[in-house]
């Protein structure tokens, strides 16, 4: 099962298409390589394997999408079930917790809760999965570095960068436990977790820019939208804000 678009799964294959908008039902229709640009590179002809695998998998009928949840049995998928069955299998264990508790967009709990559990479509984990070919899941940045999430999120030079301005040591931590970060800098511990949650998100949407638009990110940049999300997500903290403008306040002071 893929926890990510087509497009971020398949990048190189994606580069390829000639219609990067075209309905799953266009491309069974005329035959996926025929959407395809006529010369592919080796990393692509590896993703188009996986994903006629996959397609092989499927049946295109012409009756409507269901989908069904598994738990309760065959009932409707709505996303607020999806979300409490995810959070449910997390009561236990409080660290997990930590995520789905902090008052970020869903999005991010997401991304944060696959964090956790080492599931994030780094390129590493890709390779694991029998995805990408080893000679293809090095760092963008570091061309002799497998991209694990300790990599990307810790010792990519990027990385580094947004650190070192913010003055948090990342000796012996690793990026599963945000919440065990930055415990000297002063700032308040009320969303603690969810600041540098935040970070690491936006160290993971610098690596996409990088990626999929060519675009690099100065550590500048990232720390001026860390601060743009904390003045446009304000409202979720009611009972925070003045913690959060602290936060927003350090960031802005790092640009």
């Given amino acids: 099962m893929l926890s990510t678009t087509l497009s971020e799964t398949f990048p190189f294959l994606f580069s390829r298409s000639l219609a990067p908008n075209a309905t799953v ?22 993703e188009l394997q996986v994903l006629t695998n996959y397609m092989a998998q499927v049946a295109i009928t012409s009756e409507d999408d269901t989908r069904l949840m598994v738990h ?39 991304f944060g809760w696959l964090l956790y559990y080492a599931r994030l479509n780094t390129r590493s984990h890709l390779y694991h999965c029998g995805i990408r070919a080893l000679e293809d899941s090095m760092c963008e940045h570091c061309s002799s570095e497998l991209e694990t999430d300790e990599h990307l999120f810790l010792h990519c030079p990027r990385a580094h960068a947004i650190w070192d301005r913010l003055c948090i040591n990342m000796a012996n931590l690793n990026p599963r436990t945000p ?15 969810d600041m540098l949650l935040l970070v690491f998100w936006h160290v993971w949407k610098a690596r996409n820019s990088l990626i999929f638009e060519g675009t690099t990110l100065p550590p500048s940049e990232t720390l001026r939208r860390m601060v743009q999300d904390c003045d446009a997500w304000k409202h979720r903290y009611t009972t925070n804000k003045p913690q959060v403008e602290q936060w927003r306040d350090f960031f802005r002071s790092n640009v």
Avoid: C
Wanted: glycine share 4%; proline share 7%.
């Fill in 25 to 46: 039902r266009e491309v069974f229709q005329t035959m996926l390589r025929a959407n395809l640009r006529d010369r592919l590179t080796q990393a692509a002809v590896a």
């Fill in 179 to 193: 919440w065990l970060l930055g415990a000297t800098i002063g700032l308040p511990d009320q969303v603690h977790t």
């Fill in 72 to 110: 309760p049995i065959n009932a409707p998928f709505t996303s607020s079930g999806a979300y409490s069955i995810l959070q449910s299998t997390d009561d236990k264990n409080p660290d997990a917790m930590r995520i789905w508790n902090t008052k970020l967009p869903t999005k991010i709990k997401f």
